[in-house]
Nanobody, 128 residues
């Protein structure tokens, strides 16, 4: 059974930084696509970043809205994926979700419907 657990959310002022962590237990971590998504109040869940599995060279992918400000990274030894968020903006306020999937294909990396395993989410609030 695969379990996904996020942590690290909180409140921060605009321009600040936060780092989210997500531990994925069960299965073979290096074989997982790992995704970060977010959902603001009243909006659809949207793609933030993804990390490819070993067969994909552990490449990273980002949405246009966070590229250059956020960094996804993974520690395969700790079965943990991180999302470093810098230069945060009020529009980054949302519940952030971590997701994992072993069978995902590259073209589906940004589709939340394609991921099988999800955490419960962690709130990130950016406000002055």
């Amino acid at each position: 059974q695969v379990q996904v657990d996020e942590s690290g959310g909180g409140s921060v002022q605009p321009g600040g930084s936060l780092r989210l962590s997500c531990v994925v237990s069960g299965g073979t971590f290096r074989n997982y696509w790992l995704g970060w998504f977010r959902q603001a109040a009243g909006k659809e869940r949207e793609f933030v970043a993804a990390s490819a599995p070993s067969r994909g060279g552990f490449r990273s992918y980002y949405s246009d809205s966070v590229r250059g400000r956020f960094t996804i990274s993974r520690d395969n030894a700790k079965s943990t994926v991180y999302l470093q968020m810098n230069s945060l903006k009020p529009e980054d306020t949302a519940v952030y979700y971590c997701a994992a999937d072993e069978r995902l294909i590259l073209s589906d990396r940004g589709r939340h419907q394609a991921y099988d395993f999800w955490g419960r989410g962690t709130q990130v609030t950016v406000s002055s």
